[in-house]
């Protein structure tokens, strides 16, 4: 599936809600229940330190497409990076590099990927990015 | 119901209809104002100074002779005495008008700089705001002087043996803040500030969280330096004073060179104004600090005896009820607080339970609230904090406490 299959896929879960608590209660199961990183790379090179929340990324890259892992102490910006990491692991650079973040707004959780809650998401997709741009250089 | 009981009842309902932002909604629920050590609301008399000056007399002051300029410093100047007497400085010009705390705090330790040397030591307290930290670190490396610090205990109590251990004929400057930003602790400042003087060292107090709940004097306190901000005081944020005894602003050179701050100026040298606007360069925030002088008025209408007795009545009662609440700690059990709770429930983090809170319309403040020092001395990443003030109710304690009940529920 590309990024933006998978995007609208998202959307399509979400609308199935009729509000935020139904929303929040499924990102804070998300959060809850998936294991993001492992252990080894929840280092401190691999942090982004936000003001509220710490977020780790950990990138791969196998037959050209990047896997992303993440982790958050927060359990509802794991919630949301779950999300994130669906859309955006497991894809070429170029398309990552290419994608946005729309879907987060018509979802209902665009309040989180603001730069003033300093929860770290908002580095963390830079950083997403700048992974991406360095595994094309590689490709190239 | 006892009448005192009543009598503020009645005084609330009628204090809410001053704050029109008390009003409205967030995320389509009422909007339960719980931020306020963050930043105080603005009632409608504070408003309606700020309307009158950008509608009447809005002008640059001092200099000016015609009319309006003349309006503007009058109500200036006007303020600054309003301040004076609030804080029963001795004289108006001991008042310096400021952008808020933390430039008053900067303001002081970059006049300092010329004082200290090598060997000197400056003291400050674990319960510092950033703001109160690296101003004197950045001091203290500027002029090879030393920086020592207060312990505080479990409770959030500075520790004032350790205090006295500290001091010495060596210690020229002491900082400490008059109530904790974080914890809600009242520091015994009488004691700090007696026992500083005992070595002739020089006292700071920060009172930006001090300053919305009680009224210091400052010749009583015999504090040298003393700053707050308009903003925690239901005044307009970008204003502030500090307050100085009149020796020590004479004897401190200016910190910022500008407009205002001379009284002659050549290219070979440039004489200083005097006092208060030797350290006031520059064109002042004129509006803010007439407005912060009518938030004052504001505040001594309804009295801070009347105000201290009401808010630690929502705080006996916000933390008796949360108390109920499985897994909840409370950080800063001082004897001596006021109306901040600083919390967090079993592990989940501050800033899920902040989230959904503000989902329900209750905004709080979580996280490390500028004073990682102690979030690592209790080594966690941060609190909830609620902090009340005058114009919050029962009735909003209940929904909030409802809506803990709820958040933890979902994050459990």
Known sequence: MTIEEIQNEIIDEFSMFDNWEERYQYMIDLGKTLPLIDDIHKTDDNIIKGCQSKVWVHANMNDDKVAFTADSDAIITKGIIAILIRAFSNQHPTAIIEANTDFIDKIGLKEHLSPTRA?????????????????????? | MSTTQKHIDFHVEAIRKDFPILNREVNGKPLIYFDNAAT??????????????????????HRGVHALSQEATDAYEQARIKIQKHFNAKHAHEIIYTSGTTHGINLVANSFSSLLKKGDEVIVSA???????????????????????????????LILSEFERLLNANTKLVFVNHISNALGTINPIEAIIEKAHAVNAAVLVDGAQSCPHIRPDVQALDVDFYVCSAHKICGPTGVGMLY????????????????????????????????????????????GGIAFGAAL????????????????????????????????????????????????????????????????????????????????????????????????????????????????????
């Open chain 1, 119 to 140: 929860n770290g998401l908002v580095s963390m997709i830079k950083q997403l990015k700048m992974y991406a741009i360095a595994y094309q250089t590689q490709l190239n």
């Open chain 2, 40 to 61: 105080s609301q603005t009632p409608q008399q504070v408003i309606d100074v700020i309307v009158d000056y950008y509608s009447n007399y809005n002008a640059n002051i």
């Open chain 2, 127 to 157: 319960l510092e705001h950033h703001s109160n930290i690296v101003p004197w670190q950045m001091l203290c490396e500027r002029t090879g002087a030393t920086l020592k610090v207060i312990p505080m205990n479990t409770d959030g109590e």
């Open chain 2, 244 to 287: 100085g005894k009149e020796e020590w602003l004479k004897k401190l050179p200016p910190y910022q060179g500008g407009g205002e701050m001379i009284a002659e100026v050549s290219f070979e040298k440039t004489t200083y104004a005097d006092l208060p606007h030797k350290f006031e360069a520059g064109t002042p925030n004129v509006c």
């Open chain 2, 297 to 412: 008025d504001y505040m001594n209408a309804i009295g801070f005896d009347a105000i201290a007795s009401y808010e630690n009545e929502l705080l006996e009662y916000a933390t008796n009820q949360m108390l109920q609440i499985d897994g909840l700690k409370i950080y800063g059990t001082a004897k001596e607080k006021t109306s901040v709770i600083s919390f967090n429930v079993g592990n989940i983090h501050p800033y899920d339970i902040g989230t959904i809170l503000d989902k329900m319309g209750i905004a709080l403040r979580t996280g490390h609230h500028c004073a990682q020092p102690i979030m690592d001395f209790y080594q966690i990443p941060g609190t909830i904090r609620a902090s009340f003030m005058f114009y919050n109710t029962k009735e909003e304690i209940d929904t909030f406490i409802a809506a803990l009940k709820k958040a933890v529920m979902m994050l459990s």
